[in-house]
């Protein structure tokens, strides 16, 4: 019988390790794409050589609503094929497709027509619409993003780059007091190449757009062969008629024309991307951190040095004394030594949140070590979204490792109740809202809808590896020797003594997010302006100083509380722990209302429901994370100071 369940064991283990590598084999594409830059190696140009450009997403930070390219009715070419993309890009509503637009590399084209469109009330109705949310279209030449120039009123030689350029604009027009809609419908662009002396190749370094509202004029009947007047190719300028510009209205006639320069630039291709990373002030920028980090070492160091001292005075007091007497007269965190590690209430959750935070600080500190060495640039364009959920699901092993141990450490016997829970706890939750957020979406016929393919992509990678993965850790986990406790817990709990009001749990959770929410609401700022303000973030060297800062201050203001909290007598500690760090996450949900009212310009309900409804998924998952940081670090506090002194 024993060798015939040991056979039995060691069958199931290969089944395990089997389905492991199945699964392994099935996303390792994926996971080479995720890490793979596309655009990354240089492409050299000859001259004369095409360059196709291709169009992204319309986006609005208004609306925060993003649109494919044709879902306006703007000229297509003959086979709209779209281009492959990774899983960040479909989260993110990249739609990436091919354009009419073909450039020759140093020959400059002007007054190209590109085709001719005749609104109806329908076509008319869509491009207003997305006029009056000031929608950009967004392009892309060689990888390179296109953006519009915008000189600074304050500066004379200081330019801004805005990424993509409006569909129109609307206003006022010879004396009309009516505002009307004008589309822009002449684009001027500029190639800038960085041109090698020696081979004649050419590198492509910008990709800058001027784009003009023009009403064209033509004589006769159009054909292939018509010559507008306002758009004379032989003429010095380019546009020789701007004063007039093209209304948007039923049974218009639009006709969309482009210019394209070349202009040889000093910029090395290696350098190229730095015009598209510096768009933000980096003095303020890099000041700002500078001092936040300043402020938060010092506070951090001042609390190090009185927690070392005071701990060695209690822990040289407490061994010291000899009679019976005097350790009757003991006062302070010794006395509760006896219940100090009685479970806490409802165990099985505090387990379940502990490894998911664990899960989350795995994915995040090896997202980072990418993120630093430059592997998630932004050239690779969702590639820091896709590497974020493959890590998470990979992570989900040491999820159900530390669960599994931390379980059987409060002496819970079915393993796989507390797999089950963590593999479904935290990710059902963040699901069940993404799903209704991308339902909303989906109502709104916009491309950032995640479609069903990938829908099932994702449940695929939770389902089929994360949860697998989960159940595999536990196993392990729960197969360790529990973690043995340094004192004995007695049988009969101990009365708590009435608490003075600054320990008042709720009050002291409360006081305790404060210090880690300050360690990061700087970058913070940086961080939501490049995600609803659409602009690109790039320290990652920062925010990993950041990170660990704030894994610093959450293993000290918890450390902190939680000796006082012992001080008095308390010995509650073990939800407290968790809540008084992971409180954070409620001033960063409060700091994105406040950042919501005071720099997004978002008006309508679904706009909104979608910001709330993301930064509530974020906050959480915040919460989940300096939580377990905060638990783990008063965990090694109490288990470290009771194992100091002698407990008779």
Same mark, same amino acid.
């Given at each position: ?18 389905l ?21 190696? /240089? ?7 095409e ?6 997403k ?12 044709y879902?306006l009715?703007? !000229? ?14 479909v ?5 990436i ?7 020759k590399?140093?020959? /400059?084209?002007? !007054? ?5 469109v *005749? ?33 600074? /009123? ?6 801004v780059?805005?990424?993509?350029? #409006? ?25 800038? %190449?960085h ?18 509202? %023009?009403? #064209?004029?033509?004589?006769g009947?159009?054909n ?8 004379? /190719? #032989?003429?010095k300028a ?32 290696a ?6 990373l ?6 303020i ?18 609390v ?26 003991e *006062? ?9 590690f ?5 165990p099985?959750l ?25 592997f998630?640039?932004?050239s690779n ?16 092993l ?8 931390? +379980? ?21 939750t963040?699901? @069940? ?8 979406? =989906? ?17 695929f990678? =939770? ?13 392990v ?23 003075? =009001? ?40 920062f925010?990993?100083i ?11 203001? *918890?450390?902190?509380?939680?000796y ?23 001033y960063?949900?409060l ?6 009212f ?18 509530l998924? @974020? ?12 638990? +783990?670090? !008063? ?14």
């Amino acid at each position: 019988m024993a060798r015939g369940a040991l056979a039995f064991q060691q069958q199931q283990r290969r089944r395990w390790i089997s389905l492991c590598l199945l699964l392994f084999f099935f996303v390792h594409v994926d996971v080479a794409r995720c890490f793979y830059l596309p655009g990354v190696a /240089p492409q050299d140009f000859q001259l004369g050589d095409e360059l196709k450009v291709k169009v992204n997403k319309l986006t609005s930070t208004k609306t925060q609503l993003p649109y494919s390219y044709y879902s306006l009715p703007y !000229c297509p070419p003959e086979k709209i094929v779209d281009s492959a993309e990774n899983l960040g890009e479909v989260l993110r509503g990249d739609r990436i497709e091919n354009s009419p637009y073909v450039f020759k590399m140093r020959e /400059p084209q002007m !007054c190209n027509v590109l085709c001719r469109v *005749t609104l109806n009330a329908k076509t008319a109705k869509a491009f207003k619409e997305k006029i009056d949310d000031e929608y950009r279209v967004n392009m892309i030449l060689d990888n390179l993003p296109l953006v519009v120039p915008i000189r600074r /009123p304050d500066q004379e030689n200081s330019i801004v780059y805005q990424h993509g350029f #409006h569909v129109g604009l609307r206003g006022q027009y010879a004396g009309s007091k009516e505002e009307k809609h004008f589309i822009h419908n002449h684009l001027t662009f500029t190639v800038k %190449i960085h041109k090698d002396p020696v081979t004649e190749l050419s590198r492509i370094v910008g990709f800058e757009v001027r784009p003009f509202s %023009i009403r #064209h004029v033509y004589d006769g009947q159009w054909n292939e062969k018509t010559r507008l007047k306002t758009c004379d /190719p #032989h003429a010095k300028a380019l546009v020789t008629n701007s004063e007039t510009p093209q209304e948007v209205e039923d049974k218009k006639e639009i006709i969309f024309t482009y210019d394209v320069n070349f202009e040889e630039s000093d910029v090395k291709w290696a350098s190229r991307w730095d015009t598209y990373l510096l768009m933000a002030d980096d003095q303020i920028h890099w000041f700002s951190i500078v001092n936040s980090l300043m402020i938060v070492l010092f506070l951090s160091g001042m609390v190090a040095m009185i927690m070392l001292r005071t701990l060695y005075r209690d822990i040289s007091k407490y061994n010291q004394l000899e009679t019976q007497e005097e350790a009757q007269e003991e *006062t302070g965190w010794k006395l509760v030594h006896g219940d100090v590690f009685r479970p806490p209430s409802n165990p099985d959750l505090l387990c379940v949140y502990a490894g998911t935070g664990v899960q989350f600080f795995g994915m995040i500190v090896v997202t980072m070590m990418f993120a630093v060495l430059g592997f998630l640039s932004p050239s690779n364009r969702g590639g820091l979204m896709t590497a974020m959920l493959l890590l998470w699901v990979f992570m989900g092993l040491f999820a159900g490792y530390f669960a599994a141990r931390l +379980y059987k450490m409060f002496k819970g016997a079915e393993w796989k109740k507390i797999a089950l829970k963590t593999a479904f706890l935290f990710p059902a939750t963040v699901f @069940a809202i993404f799903f209704i957020l991308n339902a909303v979406i =989906w109502g709104q016929r916009s491309s950032g809808a995640v479609p069903f393919g990938t829908m099932f992509a994702l449940v695929f990678l =939770w389902f089929g590896i994360s949860v697998p993965l989960v159940f595999v850790g536990s196993y392990v986990g729960f197969r360790k020797p529990a973690i043995e406790d340094p004192v004995k817990t007695n049988k009969i709990p101990r009365q708590i003594p009435e608490q003075a =009001w600054y320990m008042n749990p709720a009050f002291s959770i409360l006081i305790g997010g404060i210090l880690p929410f300050g360690a990061v609401f700087i970058e913070l700022f940086f961080i939501l302006t490049s995600i609803w303000l659409q602009q690109f973030y790039y320290i990652f060297g920062f925010l990993f100083i950041v990170f660990l800062i704030l894994i610093v201050t959450c293993a000290e203001i *918890t450390i902190v509380l939680c000796y006082f909290q012992l001080c008095s007598e308390d010995y509650l500690w073990w939800w407290r722990s968790y809540l008084t760090s992971g409180s954070s996450a409620l001033y960063l949900f409060l700091y994105a209302a406040f950042y919501f009212f005071t720099k997004l310009e978002i008006t309508k309900p679904v706009s909104g429901m979608l910001y709330f409804g993301y930064m509530l998924i @974020a906050s959480y998952s915040f919460f989940v994370l300096t939580g377990t940081i905060g638990f +783990y670090a !008063c965990f090694w506090f109490t288990r470290l100071i009771y194992s100091s002194v002698k407990i008779d």
